[in-house]
T-cell receptor, first 111, second 119 residues
Framework: GENVEQHPSTLSVQEGDSAVIKCTYSDSASNYFPWYKQELGKRPQLIIDIRSNVGEKKDQRIAVTLNKTAKHFSLHITETQPEDSAVYFC??????????FGTGTSLTVIP | GAVVSQHPSRVICKSGTSVKIECRSLDFQATTMFWYRQFPKKSLMLMATSNEGSKATYEQGVEKDKFLINHASLTLSTLTVTSAHPEDSSFYIC???????????????FGAGTRLSVL
């Protein structure tokens, strides 16, 4: 089955700096890669996603890149703010049939 | 946006009892729903994929007789933890994938989760 690895497990950045979280996947059949933000005690929320026919996608301060050949994808958050502090999960899916999650990154943005 | 309701949010039960958790898509239809288990400060582990009108697909290592899944309508899936034991204590989260006329959108919407504590 699919194996998703995520790094780093914890990340602290100064407010205004950028944060980058990286994931790798093993199953070449995976073609949909969402990123979720989970605040303490709350449900995961989709923040951005990318499909395998696209190499990069951007939504305001958040961007995701995908390298299908190397089987890795990354989340980039620019101009970080304290409210960006949360746990971020990447996931890989084959047409939305199953979702396999990375191990999570706890991001702390220091004011 | 799409809303998924999950109940109960918290349940405490004695060892040996069964617990049912409901997952409802409130404003959309979902042929497919997913059940996850999340340990403290850990990732979401996919337990099973629930398909309306057919048997659920369980991930390797998940006991289907222990975790019974029923998806009898396009808006409701239930997970029953049978004969629960302390090691079943965990945070269970469901999600629903919205159906569209053009096929599944791939996007899943999460419930708020159920904290199960087995004494």
């Amino acid at each position: 089955g699919e194996n998703v690895e995520q790094h780093p497990s914890t990340l602290s950045v100064q407010e205004g700096d950028s944060a980058v979280i990286k994931c790798t996947y093993s199953d070449s059949a995976s073609n949909y890669f969402p990123w979720y933000k989970q605040e303490l005690g709350k449900r995961p929320q989709l923040i951005i996603d990318i499909r395998s026919n696209v190499g990069e996608k951007k939504d305001q301060r958040i961007a995701v890149t995908l390298n299908k050949t190397a089987k890795h994808f990354s989340l980039h958050i620019t101009e970080t703010q304290p409210e960006d502090s949360a746990v971020y999960f990447c996931a890989a899916s084959n047409n939305g049939n199953q979702f396999y999650f990375g191990t999570g990154t706890s991001l702390t943005v220091i004011p | 946006g799409a809303v998924v309701s999950q109940h109960p949010s918290r349940v405490i039960c004695k060892s040996g009892t069964s617990v049912k958790i409901e997952c409802r898509s409130l404003d959309f239809q979902a042929t497919t729903m997913f059940w996850y288990r999340q340990f403290p400060k850990k990732s979401l582990m996919l337990m099973a994929t629930s398909n309306e009108g057919s048997k659920a697909t369980y991930e390797q290592g998940v006991e289907k007789d222990k975790f019974l899944i029923n998806h009898a309508s396009l808006t409701l899936s239930t997970l029953t933890v049978t004969s629960a034991h302390p090691e079943d204590s965990s945070f269970y989260i469901c999600s629903a994938r919205e159906d569209t006329l053009a096929g599944a959108k791939n996007i899943q919407y999460f419930g708020a989760g159920t904290r199960l504590s087995v004494l």
